[in-house]
Antibody, heavy 125, light 110 residues
Framework: QVQLMESGGGVVQPGTSLRLSCAAS????????MHWVRQAPGKGLEWVAF????????HYSDAVKGRFTISRDNSKNTLFLQMNSLRAEDTGVYFC??????????????????WGQGTLLTVSS | QSVLTQPPSASGPPGQTVTISCSGS????????VSWYQQLPGAAPTLLMF???QRPSGVPDRFSGSKSGTSASLAISGLRSEDEADYFC???????????FGNGTTVTVL
């Protein structure tokens, strides 16, 4: 079955960088676009970024554009999120999620059909 | 402030029907697909509905979705205690070139 496992979270100071990883298994990773979604403590879900199935294009929320970079290694079935210039408001649980539509580049009909358990990032001095 | 607006809470006794609304605009719900997610306490979200009204396999038919204009709705009929959770709508937004989530609705079974 589809499995997604995030790693790389931790406690960091404002202004620093961190890279999250998401290891995928149980499906043909290279056919599906992938998302990062975050959730601040006690708050709702916030979409962060989406990467095309082949890594050719990406979309970002305004909150992270210019600071975060989403990437993937299809040979290793792994998704990444490079986070620079971290701020306190970036604190939260970061989930990776699979887009359920193969070869889709946006406005995909099948939703985010599989989610990892999340990794916690705390940005604090 | 979320681009998609949901009521913060909804409730009902066991067996009743609860409906959650998700209000957007012409750049998101008005022209794009809507999906719904359930998040049980302490757990990751799971997909509940896609393309407005399609249920993934395993989701009971007590859950139903609809869309009209720039709003979408999720109905839970035959309410059960295990339905107590947070529910979020989501859609692609053409103006933002990205996805947006609703602020979430907490469902309580009385």
């Amino acid at each position: 079955q589809v499995q997604l496992m995030e790693s790389g979270g931790g406690v960091v100071q404002p202004g620093t960088s961190l890279r999250l990883s998401c290891a995928a298994s149980g499906f043909t990773f290279s056919k599906f676009g992938m998302h990062w979604v975050r959730q601040a403590p006690g708050k709702g879900l916030e979409w962060v970024a989406f990467l095309f199935y082949d890594g050719s294009n990406a979309h970002y929320s305004d909150a992270v554009k210019g600071r975060f970079t989403i990437s993937r290694d299809n040979s290793k079935n792994t998704l990444f999120l490079q986070m620079n210039s971290l701020r306190a408001e970036d604190t939260g649980v970061y989930f990776c999620a699979r887009d359920g539509t193969v070869y889709c580049g946006g406005n995909c009909p099948r939703g985010f059909d599989s989610w990892g358990q999340g990794t916690l990032l705390t940005v604090s001095s | 402030q979320s681009v998609l607006t949901q009521p913060p809470s909804a409730s009902g006794p066991p067996g009743q029907t609860v409906t959650i609304s998700c209000s957007g605009s012409g750049s998101n719900i008005g022209r794009n697909y809507v999906s719904w997610y359930q998040q049980l306490p302490g757990a990751a979200p799971t997909l509940l509905m896609f393309s407005q009204k399609q249920r993934p396999s395993g989701v009971p038919d007590r859950f139903s979705g609809s869309k009209s204009g720039t709003s979408a709705s999720l109905a839970i009929s035959g309410l059960r205690s295990e339905d107590e959770a947070d529910y979020f709508c989501a859609s692609w937004d053409d103006s933002l070139s990205g996805y947006v989530f609703g602020n979430g609705t907490t469902v309580t079974v009385l």
